[in-house]
């Protein structure tokens, strides 16, 4: 399982920075269609039945507001294995920690600045943001995303 795990949390490293990809190379959203927005990566803790996440989505944000919209899907994403998301947590290398259990999250990049917009539906942003990932036997893997763009795994 903990190798699961880890490779889980690996391939959601590697979207996260396939969005940082698509941000800074200025990617087209849609053949000929002029459009040049951010792309960003959605979390989700809960789905509608109170389930924990099992998938998250790569979408090109056509309208400017740093969430995900309907339409504006690239790829939606199953994490790998048995591993669910157990909890989205921000700022929490921060000097006075800041939530978790937030249920929406957006993680977007915009041209031409290599930073990142780390955004929950409630509208705050944040300076660091903790996706953690959970095996059916408890293996826990924490993907870090900081506001410079930087993504780790611990």
Do not use: H
Request: hydrophobic content about 35%; some cysteine; glycine content about 10%.
């Amino acid at each position: 399982e903990r190798l699961g795990v880890r490779r889980a949390a690996e391939d959601i490293a590697s979207s996260i920075r396939q969005a940082q990809a698509y941000g800074l190379g200025v990617k087209e959203f849609g053949p000929g269609s002029g459009i040049f927005p951010g792309y960003g990566i959605a979390f989700r803790r809960y789905d509608s039945a109170g389930v924990p996440a099992t998938s998250y989505i790569l979408y090109a944000d056509s309208n400017n507001n740093l969430i995900y919209d309907t339409g504006e899907i690239i790829k939606a994403w199953k994490i790998q294995g048995a591993a669910v998301v157990d909890d989205i947590c921000c700022d929490q290398k921060q000097a006075t920690p800041g939530s978790c259990d937030i249920n929406y999250f957006y993680a977007e990049y915009l041209r031409p600045q290599p930073s990142v917009s780390l955004k929950s539906s409630s509208g705050i942003c944040y300076n660091d943001a903790e996706i953690k990932i959970k095996g059916s036997r408890g293996t826990m893997k924490t993907i870090v995303i900081w506001i410079s763009g930087q993504v780790s795994i611990e």
